[in-house]
């Protein structure tokens, strides 16, 4: 499969041997049966604490550039559902000045395995992955990043035990609250017995993970044929086969509320004011 990348370049670079990934290819139909279709939803404008309002893709640029030093990969799609053209559009515009990578799926790929064919071609170390549409407090990210790498972690996933009003999937993950080590997810399991999660906490995602990218790249592959055609979800199929296989993933509690803005019930409480 082809990948298309476009570079912008910018008058100095910044990075850490890092590579953030946006995932921004989605086609929003929650908030397209909401009422909002004529723009993507990553440039659906919010506006936290009354202040300037802003695409919820600029709120997650913004706060991923002020804290950590990294390189932006834009994951986009060539699905014209998605509007990804008017994204690219918009951070070519807004950004010119900056460097950003897009990865252009030509067909869903699914978040893991848009993740995976992105990190494939990057010759960087680290990767962030995070969606675009999440209140994230990305003050902390920083410190995750410095915590995951020198725990020599593989995967992170960013949990929190405080996930406020409204959040998906509440109390879905558990983990053993001694190690840091996730044991189950249950927002993969349908249908199908609850394990036994007595002495174990019970966590919500927060929509962030840190990879290590020859991990991920390498498990992806062994799992999963790229070629197939097969759409793979991040958090619902390629974290449980590695829980599944006796991987370690291991977690990072935030303590606080990382809304998901991606129904427009939660995009009018949460992301509005």
């Known amino acids: 499969m082809a990948s298309l990348f476009c570079e912008i370049e910018r008058k100095s670079t910044v990075n850490d041997e890092i590579d953030a990934l946006v995932l921004a290819g989605g086609k929003g139909l929650r908030l397209k049966e909401g009422g909002i279709r004529k723009i993507p939803k990553p440039l659906v404008p919010i506006r936290l604490g009354g202040g300037e309002e802003i695409p919820m893709i600029e709120n997650t640029i913004r706060g991923i550039t002020s804290t950590v030093k990294c390189n932006l990969v834009v994951l986009t799609s060539q699905d014209p559902d998605s509007q990804s053209n008017m994204v690219e559009d918009y951070i070519r515009r807004v950004h010119s000045s900056g460097r950003f990578s897009f990865f252009v799926e030509e067909k869903p790929l699914g978040t893991a395995g848009a993740a995976y064919n992105a990190l494939a071609q990057r010759n960087f170390s680290t990767g962030i992955i995070t ?69 174990l906490k019970p966590m919500t995602s927060a929509g962030v993970v840190i990879v290590n990218t020859d991990y991920y790249v390498t498990k992806f592959g062994k799992y999963f044929n790229r070629g197939s055609g097969r759409i793979v979800d991040l958090y619902r199929q390629y974290i449980p086969k590695l829980l599944e296989t006796g991987q370690r993933v291991d977690s990072f509690d935030i303590h606080q509320s990382a809304q998901d803005l991606g129904t427009i019930d939660r995009l009018n409480r949460f992301g509005r004011s």
């Open 131 to 199: 969606p675009c549409d999440t209140l994230f407090p990305f003050d902390q990210l920083g410190n995750i990043v410095r915590i995951h790498r020198e725990k020599r972690s593989n995967i992170t996933w960013v949990l929190t035990s405080n996930p406020g009003d409204s959040a998906q999937n509440t109390g879905k993950v558990f983990v053993d609250k001694d190690i840091g080590q996730i044991i189950y997810d249950l927002e993969a399991i349908n249908d199908y017995p609850i394990p036994d999660t007595n002495g």
